[in-house]
């Protein structure tokens, strides 16, 4: 017998309420009708966008749609028994073929792309930073894998906490920053939606407390924050193994209640900036830390890779630096914790509602269209996908620029004048201290020039060979994710200013362009050496409104914290870029 | 007739959906909370909910559990439980303020104990409106329920119904609930570590309840989501406070066999409890053969016990009239205590102080 009576009760819900504004509209204050509306609303809205996951015979759990084209967001350890492909249903009453995309494993995300539409209903990402407690909230979902009729399961509650932090529980899947709520979230129900009052997505579920009444919802719930999806979703878009990140230091709370420093990495990027122990942390990412839990749930929202302000407060000064986040794995540890060697165990306690692992069935014919399998990735497929719409955006904007040499002239900070040449085979660079040079077969690593730039000049030859030639000019480059356009002003601007990154290989050093949305590059990390620090560009553009402009106006270069020198670009030179000449 | 009570649920199924409209479910997000908003009402009562650290951390018993403030200078209302039978009970506030709390005394019959902290202006509950609520009022529940919020994060909420105001009848593993009067049984799963000692407020914030222990229905041996009704709650803190409950846990229920004897075990909690001596009553066999409390036996005769059952089993089987050896661990080295010739049933037991 088919299990279906979770989704009757939703329907009838729904039904019963549409048939009491029918027959007691009349009667009713507007304002219960009116909320009566939104909610139905609200619900129809949820249903529209669950994802039912069925993964093998047994397997399964829920998903949610994020866009118009099919990428939907799911659990980790919903699709860790599924390999790459599964079959997921939607409320219209139809199966899909889906394939995984990107993974998460401490995150307990993964995004996968229901195939063959490109006008899916999909969810509104709303801002989870102000979810408050007692908002009202909707699960939806597969609960129990009761959607063989393919109708998701609603439940409705209340948010009981947020900011909630829950260590990993004989896992590597750590639930930081989540929302904590009473509606109902059951096996099955790991990876649907949590929705607002209004249907807009406000968390992705995947956890909940457990204890003497067996893996049955006790009225305490979890779900991975939207924003916290939002910050990973170009990392998953890119088809990698995303990882989170650690700042190399380890807080703990001192007496005083201040969340001090106690260990720190000589190796790491906070300690070259200037992080030391007994520093205590004011705030990281824009986002105030008070508490150890607060600590690691500012972190654990944050990809590996990011660069973010921290605020320390010593000996009653403030100082702020802009840390990068390293990686919390080893890559080949992250890659066999994926591979099942080690990671969920069905500990009792907090665990993830999983189902049984199926058997892995062979490839259908529409998954290998759009799968490749390749270390480091969990479908290199969709790294090409977004290494190429990058490409199409670089390659739209290059035909403003100049095709021959590139001259860049104008003045330092200090009034002193500059000029810079790049061309296909060589790169000049002229300064108060004297002149750079490169040949474009150099090494750019063992000549990191002008000196003490950390190779600003090798930088900006990449940049003018990915802007002409494309992302296959420049080595070995992938799509790397997403990253905050000004990580320095975190906090303070909307958060969501997330902007493409490429990261590439050649010459025998490591670059990472980001690219905003008119296909400009606006930053440059370069390095020359990996243990060591980048030389860091950022570019700044003329606002495009009737200007129009090739060249960038201001180059800042900063290397290991410090300013090596703020380049005002002059305007004379689109004139004259074109031709190379000496202005 | 069975179309007509179908209809009639569905009737009431609306009915219950309409008055959550009017009540918790404002249109959008009404950030820093309307007044009147669900958002605002647990923001205010969640202030007056502590979170209480304690003694425990073994399997099946939890360090932690839930308190209200019901007086400005830090008088607080919790459970009676094994979280306070510690030398330092912790309170940590709303506001992240970490607090050591003494123990002002306990009412054994309702489970209740009153806490107090050195404290100045804190937000409490008002203790003096105390009315009952009916079956259908709706509730939301907060507690430190598993312990997931820690220092300035708020306790958890959770949203109910008041499913029926009923006298309890329930059991903790083997021994009945010393309460038997009143409870508000609740649609909200509260029946979770840490709950108890939560605050059960109205839809306008007002204490109606304290969350119960952890108990199972005698009737069903399914957990029972309940509340102490407030009245309940403020003839227990009157009588603690006043001094006119008893100041010591009553020995709980012993098996006839030890209780003849004069010995009380440490309460049945665990699988496996291990056979503590909880008290030695005065002038009994095992008090006159050196027994004290905190004792931890480890045989009966040449019988080696590592539970309270096995205790129990051992000394039932010893015939009346025989010797009973018992061997127990104090300060780390093994005693032995004669505890003479086992009663017979009959005899007349002593009744604890």
């Known amino acids: 017998m088919r299990s279906n009576a979770a989704p009757a009760v939703a329907m009838t819900m729904i039904a019963c309420l549409v048939r009491v504004a029918d027959v007691h509209g009349a009667g009713v204050d507007p304002v219960v009708l009116d909320a009566q509306k939104q909610r139905v609303e609200a619900v129809r809205r949820c249903a529209s966008v669950a994802v039912s996951i069925f993964v093998g015979e047994a397997g399964g759990g829920s998903g949610v749609l994020l866009t118009r084209d099919g990428y939907a967001a799911t659990n980790f350890h919903v699709v860790q028994s599924a390999g790459p492909a599964m079959t997921c249903g939607l409320a219209d009453g139809r199966l899909y073929d889906a394939v995984l995309v990107g993974i998460d494993p401490t995150g307990d995300l993964a995004l996968v792309k229901l195939l063959g539409r490109d006008d899916f209903p999909c969810a509104e990402l709303a801002d989870s930073d102000l979810v408050e407690v007692g908002d009202p909230c909707f699960a939806a979902g597969n609960p129990f894998l009761l959607a063989t009729d393919l109708q998701p399961s609603i439940s409705a509650g209340i948010v009981s906490g947020v900011h909630r932090y829950q260590f990993p529980a004989g896992t590597i899947l750590e639930y930081t920053d989540c929302i904590q709520v009473d509606a109902a979230i059951n096996p099955g129900n790991s990876g649907g939606g949590l929705f607002d009052a209004r249907g807009r997505l406000i968390g992705v579920n995947g956890r909940a407390s457990f204890e003497k009444r067996g893996r049955v919802n006790v009225g305490a719930g979890y779900a991975i924050s939207a924003n916290q999806v939002r910050n990973f979703l170009g990392c998953l878009r890119a088809g990698r193994l995303c990882d989170h990140a650690t700042l190399g230091a380890t807080v703990s709370s001192g007496a005083d209640g201040r969340v001090v420093v106690s260990d720190i990495l000589e190796s790491s990027d906070a300690w070259r900036r200037g992080l030391r122990y007994d520093d205590e942390i004011v705030s990281l990412a824009g986002r105030p830390v008070r508490t150890v839990n607060a600590f690691k749930n500012v972190l654990g929202t944050l990809p590996a890779g990011w660069q973010v302000p921290l605020v320390v407060r010593r000996e009653g000064r403030r100082e702020e630096m802009l840390v990068r986040l390293a990686g919390l794995h080893a890559p080949a540890a992250l890659a066999a914790i994926v591979a099942g060697q080690s990671g969920s165990d069905g500990k009792e306690g907090d665990s993830q509602p999983r189902a049984a692992e199926p058997p892995r069935p062979d490839l259908p014919v529409a998954i290998r269209e759009c799968y490749e399998s390749r270390a480091g990735f969990a479908n290199h497929h969709f790294n090409i996908v977004e290494r190429d719409r990058v490409a199409a955006a670089l390659a739209a904007f290059r035909d403003t620029l100049p095709a021959g040499p590139w001259v860049l002239t104008g003045r330092l900070a200090t009034d002193d004048e500059f000029r810079i040449e790049l061309s296909d085979t060589s790169a000049t660079i002229d300064l108060p201290t004297g002149t750079s040079a490169l040949a474009s077969a150099d090494d750019f690593g063992r000549s990191p020039v002008p000196p003490g730039s950390g190779g600003m000049l090798g930088a900006l030859v990449l940049w003018r060979r990915l802007v002409i030639e494309g992302p296959a000019a420049v080595g070995r480059t992938i799509y790397w994710g997403t990253a905050p356009r000004q990580p320095a002003a975190m906090g303070t601007v909307d958060a969501a200013d997330l902007v493409d990154v490429l990261e590439s290989a050649a010459s025998g050093v490591e670059a990472r362009f980001t690219v905003d949305e008119a296909g400009r590059v606006v930053a440059i990390d370069l390095w020359a050496s990996p243990d060591d620090d980048p030389c860091e560009i950022r570019l700044t553009w003329p606002a495009a409104a009737g200007q129009v402009r090739p060249m960038p106006v201001r180059l800042d270069v900063r290397r290991g914290g410090e300013p090596f020198g703020v380049f005002h670009v002059d305007s004379r030179n689109e004139a004259t870029a074109g031709r190379g000449d000496v202005p | ?353």
């Open chain 2, 1 to 353: 007739m069975i179309r007509r009570s179908v209809s009639m649920s569905v009737t009431s199924v609306a009915a219950t959906v309409i008055v959550w409209g009017v009540c918790g479910w404002s249109a959008g997000p009404c950030h820093g909370g309307e007044p009147g908003s669900t958002q605002q009402t647990a923001a205010v009562a969640a202030r007056r909910v502590v979170k209480i650290y304690g003694a425990g951390g073994v399997r099946g018993l939890e360090s932690y559990q839930s308190g209200i403030l019901v007086s400005p200078a830090g008088r607080i209302l919790t459970v009676m439980s094994t979280v306070l039978d510690s030398d330092g009970i912790d309170c940590v506030l709303d506001d992240g303020r970490r607090f050591e709390a003494r123990l002002v005394g306990i009412d054994p019959r309702r489970e209740l104990a009153v806490l107090s902290i050195e404290g100045a202006d804190l937000p409490a509950f008002d203790l003096t409106e105390a009315s009952r609520v009916s079956a259908g009022t709706r509730i939301l529940a907060i507690s430190n329920l598993f312990g997931v919020a820690v220092g300035d994060e708020r306790a958890s909420v959770q949203r109910g119904v008041v499913a029926a105001v009923v006298p309890l009848e329930a059991r903790r593993g083997a021994a009945e609930a010393p309460y038997t009067g009143e409870v508000y049984l609740l649609d909200c799963t509260t029946n979770n570590p840490g709950s108890p000692g939560g605050a059960l407020v109205d839809s306008r914030g007002r204490l109606i309840g304290m969350l119960g222990k952890e108990l199972r229905s005698s009737a069903s041996g399914i957990w029972l989501n309940y509340a102490l009704p407030l009245d309940e709650l403020v003839r227990g803190c009157d009588a603690i406070v006043a001094g006119t409950t008893p100041a010591a846990v009553a020995a709980p229920p012993s098996p006839a066999d030890l209780r003849l004897l004069g010995i009380v075990l440490v309460p049945d909690l665990l699988d496996r409890t291990p056979p503590f001596v909880e008290a030695v009553l005065p002038d009994s066999p095992a008090a006159r053969a050196g027994l004290r409390a905190d004792d931890l036996v480890i045989a009966v005769g040449t019988r080696s016990v590592a539970s309270r059952d096995a205790m129990q089993r051992a000394v039932g089987g010893i015939v009346p009239g025989d010797p009973v050896r018992i061997s127990v661990i104090r300060a780390g080295a093994v005693v032995e205590c004669e505890v003479g010739p086992r009663p017979p049933e009959n005899s007349p037991a002593r009744s604890a102080p």
